[in-house]
Structure formats: C-alpha cells, structure tokens
C-alpha cells in the first residue's frame, strides 16, 4: 500500500496526485480544480470526489484542511467557511467517494513531508515547520513524529498581537511591509517560539519559501536554525498520503 492519493485543499485551487509515499515521489502529475467560491463542505466534497474519480486510484485517500482536525473531526475554520466546525469530514469524503479518507491540518501535513522528505530530512530533535500565507499553519515533530494540531498561528505576543494577523504573508501584503520590515515581525514571532519550543530547525514553508533570498538572512534567531522548505507546493499533497496510509495501516493492525 506504498502508493496513496493525496489531495490538498488551498484557498484557490484544490490539488491531488498518487504519493509512493515510501520515497515521497509524486508518481503522475498532479491535477488541479478551482476552490468552489466560499469553500463550503459540500461543493468542496464534490471536487475531491471529481480527483478521485480524475485517477481511478484504488485504496485510502489523504486530505488537508486547513483548520484543525481532530479524530477525522474539523474543529475550526480560521479562513474557510464556518459550516466546517464540527464536521465529520471523514466520514462525510469517504461516503462521497467510496474510499477510506483521512483528513490532516495542512500545516501537519506538509510538516510530515518536510521532516521525512525535505528540508528536515535526516535531522534528529525536535524540527517545527510554519507555513506563512494567509495565515500561519504550524508542525511540531519530534524525530518523525507529529503532535498534530499545535495552531502555533494563533499565539498572542507582547502588544496584544494574533501573530497570524500581524506576521503572515497576509499581513506582509495588507500592511505594504517591505522584506525587511516583514523579518523584523517574523523574528520576533520566532524568537518567541524558539524560547518556548527550542526547535533543533525551523523549517519555513508557504508561498514565501520560493523568495527565500529576499528574507532569510534578516531573520535573528539564537540558538535555532532555519531553513525554507524544500518541497514547497507538492508538501500538503505528500504528507496528506502519508497520514492517509498511516491511518489505514493502524487500523488493519
Ligand atoms: C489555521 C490553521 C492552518 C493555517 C494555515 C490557520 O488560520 O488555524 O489550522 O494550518 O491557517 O492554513
């Protein structure tokens, strides 16, 4: 059971491909379907069973949302449509398709990916992967393995402010912040974390990690290093798979 869809759901566009998810390869290319305007449950349910249908692949599914997911539950809905709090998002993907599916939140998701095949490949300790867009998605791994659902986005910082409002990608673009100025607020989100978590490597994802030249080198961190991330776009894809196949080995077992 190597090979698993997986499938990601972004704020445009909903994307799935086949993962080995033994080597962390893609093994066709990946399709894409616009986000249904609104995101809500059902519109996106129909697209994920449309992918599922796109490859006739055989076997558990893995999805990302972006909220927290809990027992195949989602519990919140920072950015999406609120109908998503409280469903069982499980139950209601594996009804639609037919096959066994297995929700992640998408930052878990990529940070799988990334601390099994990316930038955290190899690295022993505790690695945290952020993912900065429209808001900012959290993973903490400890050699290989998730505590999902960390919502390190939503911390409040000194001066009363939601580091998800204030530092993501968003933010950069709302409030018209150069790099540097971004950086400035990004470091003291992260020097923030570095004194809770100690993270042996940081691993920075989201849009951003493909304009790493631009902010990199005006993060100041002290003990922890930092790196973007390696996989970028086909992580969430990655490590839906990997949960997804995860799940469905526990449960044989
Ligand atoms: C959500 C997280 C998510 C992140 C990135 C936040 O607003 O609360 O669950 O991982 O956005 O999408």
Same mark, same amino acid.
């Given at each position: %059971? ?17 993962? !080995? #998810?033994?080597?962390? $390869?893609?093994?066709? /290319? ?18 994920? @069973? ?7 692949? /055989?076997?558990?599914?893995?999805? =990302? ?23 069982? @998002?499980?139950?209601?993907?594996? +009804?639609? #398709? ?29 690695? %945290?992967?952020? #993912?900065?867009? #429209?808001?900012?998605?959290?993973? *903490? ?8 659902? =960390?919502?390190?986005?939503?911390? &409040?910082?000194?001066? !009363? $402010?939601?580091? /998800? =409002?204030? @530092? ?7 409030? !018209?912040?150069?790099? $540097?100025? &971004? @950086? ?5 989100? *992260?020097?923030?974390? +570095? ?17 790493? !030249?631009? &902010? ?25 798979? %990997? ?5 469905? /080995? =526990?449960?044989?077992?």
């Amino acid at each position: %059971m190597s090979v698993i869809l997986g499938i990601d759901i972004g704020g445009s566009g909903i994307k799935g491909a086949p993962v !080995d #998810t033994a080597t962390g $390869k893609l093994t066709a /290319e990946r399709h894409r379907i616009p986000t249904p305007a609104g995101a809500q449950p059902d519109a996106v349910k129909d697209v994920v @069973a449309q992918l599922v249908g796109h490859f006739g692949h /055989e076997g558990p599914v893995g999805v =990302t949302f972006p909220g927290i997911v809990q027992h195949g539950k989602t519990l919140s809905a920072a950015n999406v449509d609120q109908g998503w709090i409280g469903l069982d @998002a499980d139950a209601l993907f594996t +009804e639609a #398709t037919g096959r066994e599916v297995h929700l992640i939140n998408d930052a878990d998701a990529a940070g799988l990916a990334e601390a099994r095949f990316g930038a955290g490949a190899g690295v022993r300790g505790v690695v %945290m992967v952020l #993912t900065f867009g #429209t808001g900012i998605g959290s993973a *903490l791994i400890h050699d290989g393995v998730l505590v999902p659902n =960390t919502e390190l986005g939503h911390l &409040w910082l000194k001066g !009363d $402010k939601h580091a /998800e =409002t204030w @530092a993501s990608d968003r933010a950069r673009e709302r409030d !018209d912040l150069n790099w $540097k100025a &971004w @950086a400035k607020r990004a470091s003291t989100y *992260l020097q923030h974390l +570095e004194l809770i978590f100690s993270p042996d490597l940081f691993i920075i994802g989201g849009g951003i990690s493909k304009k790493a !030249d631009k &902010w990199q080198s005006q993060i100041q961190l002290t003990r922890s290093q930092l790196v973007p991330a390696a996989l970028q776009n086909e992580a969430g894809i990655v490590g839906a798979a %990997m949960n997804a196949r995860r799940i469905a /080995e =526990t449960q044989k077992s």
